[in-house]
Every structure is written in C-alpha cells, then in structure tokens.
C-alpha cells in the first residue's frame, strides 16, 4: 500500500511569504492525489484535485499543485499566505480506491 | 439529502466494552472506509470496502472489526482489544474518485 509523507510537521509564515508544502507517496502507477484542509475546529475540505492531464493543478483559495510524476510528490503552492490561511493541510493518494493520508502540516500564518 | 450519516456523535464508553459506530450512506457509492484523526498523526485507515461483503485492513486495523452486509452500511466496531481507543473517527464514502466524509464520531474510553 501506499505511504504518504509530508516533509514538514509545522510552517510558520507571516502574511504575504509565499508558500510550499512538500508531499511525497512511495511507488508509481496510476494515482489521483489530493490535498484536504482542516480550519481549526472545522472539517476536512478539499482544496484541489489531480487525477489525470495537466500536472499543475488549480483548487480554491488560490492554492495550486503540481504533480511530478518521476518524483512521486505532489506539493502545494501558494504565492501569498493571508492569516486566514492557518489551518492543517494534508496531502493523500488515491492508489486503485486504496485512499491514504499523510501525516499533516499545520501551517500558523502570523498577520 | 444526499451524504454520509454517522452516529453517535459523541460517545463515551468504559474500558473492556466493545462499542459500535454506525455509518450509513444514500450516496449509491460501492467503496467505504474509516478513518481514525489523532493530533498529529494525520488520517490513518483503520478498513475500507470496495464491494459488499468484502473488506480490506489499513495500517490500524488490529483491535477493529467491521462488516459490509449491505451496500449503504459499513459499521466498525471498537472491540477492547484496541489499545488506545480513544479519538475521532470518521467514515466516507467514494463517489467519482474522491471522498465524501461523515460528520464523525468521537469515541472517549473512560
């Protein structure tokens, strides 16, 4: 089964810093992968979506990701953080309906 | 309305008790699957099931058990081998490659 690896547990920024979350899964094939965000006390939202086609993929927010095939990863993007930002990220993998998450990144963006 | 139906929302249950989530589902989606949230540690996949009557561990499956006797339903029970039962669970279902979440569950072993 797939593993997911999210490279940092914890980002600090302050408002405007660009931003970038590394995701990792650990072999090839023909994946979907997403990102998923989690607002402090609220549910898991989906923020975008790759499943085949253009690697650089757009989601809400102005988030963005890129999906680099010969390096497993998926990271996210984003080129200006505001507060509202803050919140937990996660990336997952969608292996033949085997769905897998990683670990989180809790992003804190100081105004 | 549409979605993924889980109860109770909250509960509590004493240690060496085995208790059992529910998770219903009108969404006409063939695979489900449950999730345990701890701090920290991210979504870990506790059983998921493509088609009734079979279903496949995660990574946390020892201490669970669940059934898939029907297409709607996928219920996991939290038996009192679990170690460290208590957390919040959360159901979802697959529909067009993606999931849809329940609400979930928040299970306290006292």
């Known amino acids: 089964a797939q593993s997911v690896s999210q490279h940092n547990h914890h980002v600090i920024l302050s408002e405007a810093a660009s931003l970038e979350l590394g995701c990792n899964y650990s072999?090839?094939?023909?994946?979907?992968l997403f990102w998923y965000v989690q607002y402090p006390g609220q549910h898991l939202q989906l923020l975008l979506k790759?499943?085949?086609?253009?690697?650089l993929v757009k989601g809400i927010k102005g988030f963005e990701a890129e999906f680099i095939k010969s390096k497993f990863s998926f990271n996210l993007r984003k080129p200006s953080v505001q507060w509202s930002d803050t919140a937990e990220y996660f990336c997952?993998?969608?292996?033949?309906?085997?769905?897998?998450f990683g670990a989180g990144t809790r992003l804190t963006v100081k105004p | 309305d549409g979605g993924i139906t889980q109860s109770p929302k909250y509960l509590f249950r004493k240690e060496g008790q085995n208790v059992t989530l529910s998770c219903e589902q009108n969404?006409?989606?063939?695979?489900m699957y449950w999730y345990r949230q701890d701090p920290g540690q991210g979504l870990r996949l506790i059983y998921y099931?493509?088609?009734?009557?079979?279903?496949q561990k995660g990574d946390i499956a020892e201490g669970y058990s669940v059934s898939r006797e029907k297409k709607e339903s996928f219920p996991l029970t939290v038996t009192s081998a679990q170690k460290n039962p208590t957390a919040f669970y959360l159901c979802?279902?697959?529909?067009?490659?993606?999931?849809?979440f329940g609400e979930g569950s928040r299970l306290t072993v006292l």
């Open positions: 997952a993998v969608n292996d033949n309906n085997d769905m897998r």
């Open positions: 072999y090839g094939g023909t994946v979907n």
């Open positions: 790759y499943f085949s086609g253009d690697p």
């Open positions: 969404l006409n989606h063939d695979a």
């Open positions: 099931s493509q088609i009734v009557n079979d279903f």
């Open positions: 979802a279902s697959m529909g067009t490659g993606e999931l849809f």
